[in-house]
């Protein structure tokens, strides 16, 4: 075992154990859904959480449900009145987290819309405290575009994965579109003015971006 999985092991080993009802779901997509690697997993998850009950958001939008592992827990920290929105563009992904949605006790919370995000986003005649970006990785520069205008002053947007398997540190070949979608947009965070950001190193890096 190298140090970096020690260190993981050990941070594991001393974080909030996770939640029965995300082991279950965390062990049903590994065993069942194509590309199970994409969920948000047990640090992220705790990290998630943690940043939503410091907001305590009314309104979440998540981008990219995948199995419903991280609108779990982001769910955790709403309001008591609080909604999160959540679109997936896999409608056979659907039902798998609808089902632990109503486990997690949180189906009431959250509303579950199925198709393109670039679509559906204009249709939302809200504003957002929080919103969670982890889709497609050639669209975020769209996305970001999509819900600034919607975020609300002093709001958070978190993106995954803009390290990206580290490859932002290379030159990406012309057709390497994900590669060039995540440096776009990490070049579009850095130059934007109207918020503050951190890029957090973890798992995949993790951008947390508040809106001035």
Same mark, same amino acid.
């Given at each position: 075992?190298?140090? &970096?999985?020690? %260190?993981? @092991?050990?941070? #594991?080993? /001393? +974080?909030?154990?996770? *939640?029965?009802?995300?082991?279950? #779901? *965390? ?8 590309? =199970?690697?994409?969920?948000?997993? /047990?640090? &992220? ?25 991280? =609108? ?11 909604? $999160? +929105?959540?679109?997936?563009? !896999?409608?056979? $992904? ?17 509303? &579950?819309?199925?198709?393109?995000? #670039? ?10 405290? $929080?919103?969670?970006?982890? =889709? ?5 520069? *769209?996305?970001?575009? =999509? ?26 070949? !012309?057709?390497?579109?994900?590669? /060039? ?6 070049? %579009? +965070? @850095? ?8 890029? #957090? ?12």
């Amino acid at each position: 075992m190298n140090r &970096q999985k020690e %260190i993981e @092991k050990y941070i #594991l080993n /001393h +974080i909030e154990p996770e *939640d029965e009802i995300l082991k279950e #779901l *965390d062990r049903e997509t590994h065993l069942n859904v194509l590309g =199970a690697r994409m969920i948000s997993g /047990h640090l &992220q998850g705790q990290v998630l959480t943690m940043i939503s009950k410091m907001i305590r958001p009314r309104i979440i939008l998540e981008i990219g449900t995948f199995t419903g592992y991280s =609108a779990i827990c982001l769910a955790k920290g709403l309001r008591e009145d609080g909604k $999160l +929105i959540t679109i997936e563009i !896999d409608d056979e $992904l659907e039902k798998i987290a609808e089902k632990y949605f109503e486990k997690a006790g949180v189906r009431n919370q959250i509303l &579950q819309r199925i198709g393109p995000a #670039l679509e559906i986003i204009p249709t939302l005649n809200v504003t957002f405290d $929080l919103v969670f970006i982890d =889709a497609h990785k050639t669209e975020y520069p *769209d996305y970001y575009n =999509a819900v600034f205008d919607k975020v609300n002053m002093g709001g958070y947007i978190i993106a995954d994965n803009t390290l990206w398997n580290e490859k932002v540190l290379e030159n990406p070949a !012309d057709d390497d579109y994900q590669t /060039h979608g995540i440096v776009e947009f990490n070049t %579009i +965070i @850095k130059n934007d003015t109207r918020v503050e950001k951190v890029i #957090l190193p973890l798992r995949d890096g993790m951008t947390v971006i508040r809106k001035k």
